[in-house]
């Protein structure tokens, strides 16, 4: 669902473009047994692709390990199959500088029009996938703009301070535009 098999059909396609950059995959989360054999499937495509050198898998990582992990890539890329409602791994991604690469569907199409901190790209497609993850690997102005725009966002606009200055704004004009109540 997070779209693994899609990051690697990307991958795999980028890097068969002609001048192609020398880019790594890397993967990280929790792998539990039930995932296993489409971990291990994607793996094998990996290989069969002459790709595998290129791959790393980061078990289940701590909050350290993912802090590390973050700011090890050059960008963030989880192309869900499903429409994200969330989407707090880009907020950390953001958090560590990282722009990100995502399809234009569920909450990433507003976090990132709203903050510039990334490329979105045709939902449905692997080729723009492959097409956006090599724009954000070869320019590298624009890669380092984006991941500015989104440590920006995250920390002027994504914190906790934040979120209670808007939740009591909101609560203000609620209750500046609603009628007196009345009781009896």
């Known amino acids: 669902e997070k779209g693994f098999h899609r990051a690697v059909e990307a991958f795999i396609a980028m890097r068969r473009q002609p001048g192609a ?60 199959v499903y429409r994200e409602p969330k989407g707090l791994y880009v907020l950390e991604a953001w958090a560590n500088g990282v722009p990100v690469v995502l399809p234009a569907h569920g909450a990433f199409t ?21 097409d956006g993850l090599r724009t954000m690997l070869t320019d590298h102005e ?27 704004s909101l609560i203000e004009r609620i209750r500046q535009s609603s009628p007196p109540a009345v009781t009896a």
Request: charged share 30%.
């Open 21 to 80: 950059p020398a880019a790594k995959l890397k993967a990280s989360g929790w792998l539990g047994p039930n995932n296993r054999p489409y971990y291990e499937e994607q793996v094998k495509r990996l290989e069969e692709a002459g790709l595998l050198a290129d791959f790393e898998h980061v078990e289940s990582p701590t909050h350290d390990d993912k802090v590390r992990f973050m700011r090890s890539i050059d960008v963030l890329c989880v192309p869900t």
């Open 142 to 168: 624009f890669r380092k703009r984006a991941g500015e725009a989104g440590e920006a966002a995250v920390r002027d606009r994504f914190t906790a301070d934040a979120m209670a200055r808007e939740t009591v």
């Open 110 to 130: 507003e976090l990132v029009e709203s903050t510039g901190g990334g490329l979105l790209v045709s939902p449905e497609s692997i080729d723009a996938l492959a």
